[in-house]
């Protein structure tokens, strides 16, 4: 039977974020970061079966995507805020401590969360996207044919 997935919005840094979650912290808290394009619906299974285990499972909207908050100025948005805005997602929850797990656009906030807060982190698990220390030309080292190509390559032709 699966548990029922709560929906909030937090003030987070000036926005609102909206932040799915369920389960309870017995064992502890696992944060989940979408992808591009993607929302926290990405993650309803794995969020199900991390309650039923015993763990809070939460998956935020990041900040311009799903139902969270466009920024101000979204071409002035960074990995940096993304990662303050992971933090500040845990303290506004209470989570001292959390496991990050993250695929595609979101490993690299969860990467340097990590590398900036190891005393917040429990670990991290990346799907699709290695980690990669120092400024990464992330464009070149990807396969070609990988979807972020063929993505670039439609909306500059279109532009």
Known sequence: MALEIEHTHLPI???NLHVAQVGKSDLG????LHGFP???YSWRHQMQAVAAAGYRAIAPDCRGYGLSDQPPEHEAASFDDLVADVLAILDALDVPKAFLVAKDFGARPAYDFALQHPERTRGVVSLGAPYSPGPMPFYDRLPEGFYIHRWRVRTTTHL
């Not at 808290?29 to 989940?32: A, E, G, I, K, R």
């Open 13 to 15: 840094r000036g926005l």
């Open 29 to 32: 808290t696992v944060l989940f």
């Open 38 to 40: 993607e929302i926290w």
